[in-house]
């Protein structure tokens, strides 16, 4: 695959191309979902494709294809040269450059032999397990949308034509739960997930079933309550979706468009004095590591926000050279196309205090465990979602609260949390510990 | 279409006794029945930024998925290689959910009659890339031309021309040619140095190329979204707590999508994990409220002429004067449930197997003049354009986040508020609908709806409706 990655980075050269890059994926995945105790669905397939980029001068082209026959290939290269015929010059275009380019040696985990090896049979038993945990956990919880093992493997190549060709090879598991509880009139549910690179990493399915159904079961009989201003603490679950605004805020396409109300802040005061914020895309294991970028470029460890302070954006080649600076190493695409942007694993430095210990501090507050909606302006950090969860009454978590919305800036937000906890734990790519705004207004009755 | 001139024969060489042998290899193991869904996509996108095109795009994706159903448990395989051993090594994947001896003996494949709506002679993705990228350019010079304080546009069109073809043990052999396209602008607006606004539009439909060149030109949408940035300059704190709540007409229907649509998709009632699950004959809306699902539009976005089951669509009541009347069925609820097909069984691509999905729903106009409607309100919110919903379809809370909304004062509108979601719930909100318009209008066709990681595109539409009582979620 990889001598295929560079044939067709040669072809796009010897059909005019000035500049060349090439990705091919190859993936492989298994799909069980279990439901009521009985297998409900079972999937399993393999796919891949290539894509090409090219450049002549400062215009691009890039198409991509399912078909790596001979013919598909010779098709893949031509759309993308005729394509260049079409786009504008565009001064900033260009390949990272040579000395920019490279890969992290070393393992770093990111492939785990088990997964492929792993018995159909197992893997719906582990889903089994899970379920049957959850449906036991309690009466009330007698309904389910069932438990998914899935797994998958890939393999991602890259190649270009300054002499960088590389590839990894990935492998992750998971699997999850969703129990309905039902109790009168009231029904909820809500999930539970345990995700690794292995098998082995992989939680106790007996755990991951019996946090699920708790989860539900505490979301029953919720109540609406009055609008109010409050302080308001996010679970890890939901503090996650926080850490992932910082990252669309950072984002160094929208920094050079102006749309990010973080734009031109470097330097200064963004968040509360407490807050550093870490991309990471060279730990070990973790889900968004890897050995280079989708440009050829390292992966890399940057500080964002430091004790407050926003030190770095994310940047691809394009974005860097747009604002006059350099790569960070956070190219990401699909098969095809200019290079976007991506973060590795991005997260806030842990706190010290424990979450108990931020919401005993809290008189009138909510506990906020899930957020939903599409109410996040990062062009002027205007921040209103849906959300559900707990009300704190008396340093307490005291009943279930839902059909409300949390509503602030985001500017506000950063410089008003009052708590970081200690409960930083890495369930995916972005992670965040549980967090207290001091104050937002929800909106209710 | 007929099978013999489809490209699934004439460039692939599949024969009627290929889908057979692949159909009773699905089958081999048991099972009720089994389905191969096979697609040619064709795409291309070309996007402006800074005036400048930067990018040009296009792609070929190819497949085919094998589901076989048993009972309630499906198996599903696909292969991106549609020679004769993968599809056959696909078929067998798939078979394994199923345990026994068949049901099904004899496949008797025959082409249905269906709709034509979507006529294009040539798909806006097999004409030449110049007519196109003239479409982001004029929608840059329009949205820059339309006030001095616009100062970022970005414009990105698409299309793709999606060939596929359904062959069912139910004998179903069904061929469709499903070409779509949008163009889709935002523009930054701001005051000297100050704060930056924005403003999105777009649209399109399964249409050809001339679409945008007499009906919705790129100047229609760059003027759209420049004029959303440029009110959202002045814009003032939303409010916060239950009001009542003015929906403009057209995208606003994303409510209906939201509020009631997923919950009545049939494969969560049939799990029972619906908040409209055994409503059926309840009122759950107004009795001004009429709200349908319909397949059968001309050109929508959402439309198609036969589902990704092969079955024609259809126009589906789900609420009839408030009324609960009807889900949205796929083959494998509808045949579980013993009810009827709707023609609802949709999927994102050859590697998904298909579920019970909206195409284009909306809420019959009413009686009300729109200028009515806003006189009544003396204090409320009138919301004009939506950046997107989401539903828990369990406990039946939906959320729908305005883009462009103002205050009522007075009966009047007034001025522009800030970002704010709107939450509800489903079977309660709509019996909150006290006035619908006598202006439905459906959206411009820009909607995409996600479920568990699938996407398709749709389409919404409602007249103005006052809603009572709705809460806001804005901060002051």
């Given at each position: 695959?990889?001598?295929?990655?560079?044939?067709?980075?040669?072809?796009?050269?010897?059909?005019?191309?000035?500049?060349?890059?090439?990705?091919?994926?190859?993936?492989?995945e298994f799909s069980a979902n279990v439901r009521m105790r009985e297998l409900e669905n079972l999937k399993e397939?393999?796919?891949?494709?290539?894509?090409?980029?090219?450049?002549?001068?400062?215009?691009?082209?890039?198409?991509?294809?399912?078909?790596?026959?001979?013919?598909?290939?010779?098709?893949?290269?031509?759309?993308?040269?005729?394509?260049?015929?079409?786009?504008?010059?565009?001064?900033?275009?260009?390949?990272?450059?040579?000395?920019?380019?490279?890969?992290?040696?070393?393992?770093?985990?990111?492939?785990s032999?088990d997964v492929?090896q792993l018995e159909t049979e197992l893997k719906i038993e582990t889903a089994r397990r899970a379920e049957e945990a959850a449906l036991s956990t309690d009466p009330r919880i007698s309904n389910s949308e069932g438990a998914s093992f899935d797994s998958h493997?890939?393999?991602?190549?890259?190649?270009?034509?300054?002499?960088?060709?590389?590839?990894?090879?990935?492998s992750y598991c998971s699997l999850s739960v969703v129990p309905v509880a039902r109790e009168g009139e009231s029904m909820e549910r809500d999930y539970w997930e345990t995700l690794a690179r292995g098998f082995a990493g992989l939680e106790a399915p007996e755990k991951v079933g019996r946090i699920a159904a708790q989860r539900a079961l505490r979301r029953l009989n919720p109540?609406?309550?009055?609008?109010?201003?409050?302080?308001?603490?996010?679970e890890p679950r939901v503090a996650r979706?926080?850490?992932?605004?910082?990252?669309?805020?950072?984002?160094?396409?929208?920094?050079?468009?102006?749309?990010?109300?973080?734009?031109?802040?470097?330097?200064?005061?963004?968040?509360?004095?407490?807050?550093?914020?870490?991309?990471?895309?060279?730990?070990?294991g973790?889900f968004?590591?890897?050995?280079?970028?989708?440009?050829?470029?390292?992966?890399?460890?940057?500080?964002?926000?430091?004790?407050?302070?926003?030190?770095?954006?994310?940047?691809?080649?394009?974005?860097?050279?747009?604002?006059?600076?350099?790569?960070?190493?956070?190219?990401?695409?699909?098969?095809?196309?200019?290079?976007?942007?991506?973060?590795?694993?991005?997260?806030?430095?842990?706190?010290?205090?424990t979450p108990e210990?931020?919401i005993?501090?809290?008189?009138?507050?909510?506990y906020v465990t899930q957020?939903?909606?599409?109410?996040?302006?990062?062009?002027?950090?205007?921040?209103?979602?849906?959300?559900s969860g707990l009300?704190?009454?008396?340093?307490?978590l005291?009943f279930a609260?839902s059909?409300?919305?949390?509503?602030?800036?985001?500017?506000?937000?950063?410089?008003?949390?009052?708590?970081?906890?200690?409960d930083l734990e890495f369930r995916g790519?972005?992670a965040?510990p549980t967090?207290?705004?001091?104050?937002?207004?929800?909106?209710?009755? | 279409?007929?099978?013999?001139?489809?490209?699934?024969?004439?460039?692939?060489?599949?024969?009627?006794?290929?889908?057979?042998?692949?159909?009773?290899?699905?089958?081999?193991?048991?099972?009720?029945?089994?389905?191969?869904?096979?697609?040619?996509?064709?795409?291309?996108?070309?996007?402006?930024?800074?005036?400048?095109?930067?990018?040009?795009?296009?792609?070929?994706?190819?497949?085919?998925?094998?589901?076989?159903?048993a009972g309630e448990r499906t198996g599903y395989?696909?292969?991106?290689?549609?020679?004769?051993?993968?599809?056959?090594?696909?078929?067998?994947?798939?078979?394994y959910i199923?345990k026994?001896?068949?049901?099904?003996?004899?496949?008797?494949?025959?082409?249905?009659?269906?709709?034509?709506?979507?006529?294009?002679?040539?798909?806006?993705?097999?004409?030449?890339?110049?007519?196109?990228?003239?479409?982001?350019?004029?929608?840059?010079?329009?949205?820059?031309?339309?006030?001095?304080?616009?100062?970022?546009?970005?414009?990105?069109?698409?299309?793709?021309?999606?060939?596929?073809?359904?062959?069912?043990?139910?004998?179903?052999?069904?061929?469709?040619?499903?070409?779509?396209?949008?163009?889709?602008?935002?523009?930054?607006?701001?005051?000297?140095?100050?704060?930056?606004?924005?403003?999105?539009?777009?649209?399109?439909?399964?249409?050809?190329?001339?679409?945008?060149?007499?009906?919705?030109?790129?100047?229609?949408?760059?003027?759209?979204?420049?004029?959303?940035?440029?009110?959202?300059?002045?814009?003032?704190?939303?409010?916060?707590?239950?009001?009542?709540?003015?929906?403009?007409?057209?995208?606003?229907?994303?409510?209906?999508?939201?509020?009631?649509?997923?919950?009545?998709?049939?494969d969560f009632n049939r799990k029972k994990v619906s908040a409209?699950t055994?409503?059926?004959?309840?009122?759950?809306?107004?009795?001004?409220?009429?709200?349908?699902?319909?397949?059968?539009?001309?050109?929508?976005?959402?439309?198609?002429?036969?589902?990704?089951?092969?079955?024609?669509?259809?126009?589906?009541?789900?609420?009839?004067?408030?009324?609960?009347?009807?889900?949205?069925?796929?083959?494998?609820?509808?045949?579980?449930?013993?009810?009827?097909?709707?023609?609802?069984?949709?999927?994102?691509?050859?590697?998904?197997?298909?579920?019970?999905?909206?195409?284009?729903?909306?809420?019959?106009?009413?009686?009300?003049?729109?200028?009515?409607?806003?006189?009544?309100?003396?204090?409320?919110?009138?919301?004009?354009?939506?950046?997107?919903?989401?539903?828990d379809i369990t406990n039946?809370?939906?959320?729908?986040?305005?883009?462009?909304?103002?205050?009522?004062?007075?009966?009047?509108?007034?001025?522009?508020?800030?970002?704010?979601?709107?939450?509800?719930?489903?079977?309660?909100?709509?019996?909150?609908?006290?006035?619908?318009?006598?202006?439905?209008?459906?959206?411009?066709?820009?909607?995409?709806?996600?479920?568990e990681s699938?996407?398709?595109?749709?389409?919404?539409?409602?007249?103005?409706?006052?809603?009572?009582?709705?809460?806001?979620?804005?901060?002051?």
């Open positions: 695959m990889l001598e295929l990655a560079n044939e067709v980075v040669k072809r796009a050269l010897a059909a005019g191309a000035t500049d060349a890059e090439c990705t091919i994926a190859e993936g492989e397939a393999g796919s891949r494709g290539a894509g090409v980029r090219i450049l002549i001068g400062k215009k691009t082209g890039a198409s991509s294809t399912s078909d790596l026959s001979p013919e598909g290939i010779a098709h893949l290269v031509k759309s993308a040269i005729e394509l260049a015929d079409v786009t504008n010059e565009d001064p900033h275009a260009g390949l990272p450059e040579r000395e920019e380019l490279g890969t992290i040696s070393g393992d770093l985990r990111l492939s032999p492929p493997t890939g393999r991602h190549i890259f190649a270009n034509s300054r002499g960088f060709a590389g590839e990894y090879r990935t109540v609406k309550v009055e609008t109010q201003k409050a302080p308001v603490v996010f979706s926080l850490v992932g605004e910082i990252f669309d805020a950072v984002h160094g396409m929208s920094v050079y468009r102006h749309q990010s109300f973080l734009a031109g802040k470097l330097g200064e005061k963004v968040a509360s004095e407490t807050v550093t914020v870490i991309d990471d895309g060279t730990i070990p973790l968004g590591t890897s050995p280079f970028d989708d440009e050829g470029v390292p992966s890399r460890r940057t500080v964002v926000i430091e004790r407050g302070v926003l030190k770095s954006y994310l940047l691809n080649c394009y974005a860097a050279r747009k604002l006059g600076m350099k790569t960070t190493g956070n190219a990401s695409r699909g098969l095809t196309g200019n290079a976007g942007i991506g973060h590795g694993n991005l997260f806030m430095e842990k706190g010290t205090a210990q931020i005993g501090g809290i008189r009138n507050g909510f957020v939903a909606g599409f109410g996040v302006n990062i062009v002027t950090g205007d921040y209103s979602q849906g959300a009300w704190i009454r008396d340093g307490e005291a609260v059909e409300v919305t949390i509503a602030a800036n985001l500017k506000d937000m950063l410089l008003g949390l009052e708590a970081i906890g200690n790519s972005v965040a967090l207290k705004v001091g104050e937002m207004t929800i909106g209710g009755k | 279409m007929q099978f013999s001139d489809s490209l699934f024969a004439t460039r692939f060489h599949i024969t009627r006794q290929d889908l057979e042998k692949y159909l009773s290899e699905a089958l081999s193991h048991g099972g009720d029945y089994a389905d191969l869904y096979f697609e040619y996509l064709l795409t291309s996108s070309i996007s402006i930024d800074e005036s400048i095109v930067k990018s040009a795009a296009q792609g070929v994706n190819m497949g085919v998925g094998v589901r076989v159903i395989a696909y292969s991106d290689d549609l020679s004769p051993e993968k599809i056959r090594k696909a078929a067998h994947v798939a078979a199923a026994g001896p068949s049901k099904v003996e004899k496949f008797d494949l025959k082409e249905g009659a269906h709709h034509n709506l979507y006529p294009v002679l040539q798909a806006p993705t097999e004409m030449a890339f110049a007519e196109r990228v003239d479409l982001v350019r004029r929608a840059d010079r329009a949205a820059r031309a339309f006030d001095p304080r616009i100062f970022q546009v970005q414009a990105l069109y698409a299309d793709d021309l999606r060939h596929v073809m359904v062959a069912t043990s139910d004998g179903v052999l069904s061929i469709d040619r499903q070409p779509l396209a949008r163009l889709s602008v935002s523009a930054l607006a701001r005051v000297g140095d100050g704060p930056p606004q924005r403003g999105h539009s777009g649209g399109g439909g399964r249409v050809e190329l001339s679409f945008f060149q007499t009906e919705k030109t790129p100047e229609h949408f760059a003027t759209e979204a420049a004029r959303e940035a440029i009110a959202m300059l002045d814009a003032v704190d939303a409010p916060a707590g239950e009001m009542t709540v003015v929906l403009g007409p057209g995208w606003p229907g994303i409510l209906l999508h939201e509020a009631v649509g997923h919950g009545l998709e049939a409209f055994d409503r059926i004959g309840q009122k759950v809306a107004s009795e001004l409220c009429t709200v349908i699902d319909d397949g059968t539009i001309n050109s929508r976005r959402g439309s198609l002429n036969v589902d990704d089951e092969g079955q024609p669509t259809r126009r589906n009541v789900l609420i009839e004067n408030g009324i609960l009347r009807g889900y949205l069925q796929d083959k494998l609820s509808s045949t579980l449930m013993h009810a009827e097909p709707t023609g609802s069984g949709r999927r994102e691509s050859y590697e998904y197997a298909p579920m019970p999905r909206m195409t284009n729903t909306f809420m019959l106009a009413g009686q009300s003049d729109p200028a009515d409607i806003i006189r009544s309100v003396p204090k409320g919110l009138y919301c004009v354009s939506f950046g997107g919903g989401q539903v039946g809370n939906f959320v729908f986040s305005a883009s462009e909304s103002y205050l009522i004062e007075g009966g009047k509108v007034t001025r522009p508020v800030r970002n704010a979601t709107l939450i509800g719930n489903g079977p309660e909100a709509l019996k909150y609908v006290s006035m619908v318009g006598n202006d439905l209008k459906l959206d411009e066709g820009i909607g995409t709806c996600g479920k699938q996407h398709v595109p749709v389409g919404v539409g409602i007249p103005t409706i006052r809603i009572d009582r709705m809460t806001v979620g804005g901060t002051a």
